[in-house]
């Protein structure tokens, strides 16, 4: 059975920073890109990061460049999603995605407000 589960969301303030973890099972990890995606009230989900499985390429949505960092730890079947000088435009359930059977986690909700 396959498993992501996200953690690490809550409420932080306008340039906080926030750190997701995905813990993913019933998979061979490694061998597949994971992706970080986001759902805003109201707006279609999105994109936000993904990392390749192999040579560890990333690929992030411009909204995001250069405040956000993807990893990954294959040992610990982890991928990561380190968010830096968050605005209130970040705000958003945050979902952890393998291509393996186009699976997805429960969500992790992030906002963003002083």
């Known amino acids: 059975q396959v498993r992501l589960v996200e953690s690490g969301g809550g409420l932080v303030q306008p340039g906080g920073s926030l750190r997701l973890s995905c813990a993913a099972s019933?998979?061979?990890?490694?061998?597949?890109?994971m992706s970080w995606y986001r759902q805003a009230p109201g707006k279609e989900r999105e994109l936000v990061a993904r990392?390749?499985?192999?040579?560890?390429?990333?690929v992030y949505a411009d909204s995001v460049k250069g405040r956000f960092t993807i990893s990954r730890d294959n040992a610990k079947n982890t991928v990561y999603l380190q968010m830096n000088i968050l605005k209130p435009e970040d705000t958003a359930v945050y979902y952890c995605?393998?291509?393996?059977?186009?699976?997805w986690g429960q969500g992790t909700q992030v906002t963003v407000s002083s």
């Open positions: 019933g998979f061979t990890f490694s061998y597949y890109d």
């Open positions: 990392i390749s499985s192999g040579n560890l390429r990333t």
């Open positions: 995605y393998s291509p393996f059977r186009e699976s």
